[in-house]
């Protein structure tokens, strides 16, 4: 199971905050909002999925870096995986 089943319902209410923003996007553009409405929607789509993306990185680093017990490889291996999606969320 997932470390983040412990706080699985946040996340998901997060996420269905983040559908909501996204469909009220796409009503905007169907209703021709002025350009500046959307940015404004979008810039809150996008600070959502920063807020949930953090929430998870503190997630695995607490389970696969920074918990006490693991091995040195376990370590390497927990930091080689963030750093993976890191660079990969980064572009």
């Known amino acids: 199971m997932s470390h983040t089943s412990r706080n699985i319902s946040d996340l998901t209410a997060r996420v269905k905050r983040i559908a909501g923003q996204v469909a009220a996007v796409e009503r905007s553009l ?13 810039a809150a789509v996008r ?14 680093l607490d389970q696969h870096v920074a918990k006490p017990g ?10 080689a995986e963030l750093a993976t999606v890191i660079r990969r969320y980064s572009k």
Do not use: K, T
Request: glycine share 8%; proline share 3%; hydrophobic share 55%.
């Open 30 to 42: 169907a209703d021709d909002a002025p350009c500046a409405d959307i940015l404004h929607l979008v």
């Open 47 to 60: 600070g959502a999925v920063n807020g949930l993306m953090d929430e998870i990185i503190v997630d695995h």
């Open 70 to 79: 693991l091995s040195a490889a376990e370590r390497a291996a927990g930091a």
